[in-house]
């Protein structure tokens, strides 16, 4: 990964926690939790397709893994963020440009049931019932909504920024110098059309010098 790829990713996923643990899940709303650092990583995997989509997945599990109050095995929702980051990741479009909102919608829905379906399951096989008393139906529904709801005000955001930070304006307008160098060079006639005007040039000079020895030479028939 690049510097300012982790540079950036590590400051949205802090920021991601913190409003996830201090905000967001103070509200105490019904069902799941509104989940930030989740609409993070889809974010980031959209713009750095999937390597890096299940890095950054793995980065924000083991925060959340780690961040208080915790109260799951450690290393649990790293597996399950590194799996969404690499799914969401295989729909980067090859061009890096998605051109329209459907993607990061769809995204956005299979990672809330991809992700409240893997952590229920391996709660199930390390013996964590929590998703049985709660309800599973409820939480999936729960989830979607709620990351539906907030993903118009964060995923736009996290891909914009994702891509700033991962252009490189010297190499930009370098090429773009370049493209007007070229550009200007054959709207101008320039370049290889001074070579065509001098060759023009030469034979011309050449059909004239042919012509004068002509006449001369017909002078001195006569």
């Not at 950054?56 to 929702?77: K, N």
Request: proline share 5%.
């Amino acid at each position: 990964m690049r510097v300012n790829r982790i540079l950036l990713s590590a400051t949205l996923l802090f920021v991601a926690l913190v409003l996830q643990v201090s905000v967001l899940a103070r509200l105490q709303l019904p069902g799941a939790v509104p989940d930030l650092l989740l609409l993070t990583v889809v974010g980031l995997a959209l713009v750095y397709g999937h390597v890096t989509g299940a890095l950054v997945g793995f980065a924000a599990g083991l925060l959340a893994d780690f961040a208080p109050p915790a109260d799951h095995a450690a290393g649990r929702y790293a597996l399950v963020l590194c799996v969404v980051g690499y799914v969401v990741g295989l729909a980067k479009p090859p061009t890096g440009q998605l051109r329209s909102i459907t993607v990061p919608m769809a995204m956005v829905v299979l990672a809330a049931v991809g992700s409240t379906l893997l952590y229920a399951g391996v709660g199930a096989l390390v013996g964590d019932t929590a998703a049985r008393h709660v309800g599973l139906v409820s939480l999936l529904l729960t989830a979607v909504v709620y990351d539906l709801l907030l993903a118009p005000f964060t995923v736009p955001l996290v891909m914009a920024l994702a891509r700033r930070a991962d252009s490189d304006p010297l190499a930009e307008s370098t090429g773009s110098s370049g493209a007007d160098v070229a550009g200007g060079w054959s709207a101008f006639g320039t370049g290889l059309r001074i070579g065509d005007q001098r060759g023009g040039l030469r034979l011309k000079a050449a059909r004239n010098r042919a012509a004068r020895a002509g006449r001369i030479k017909g002078v001195k028939r006569l």
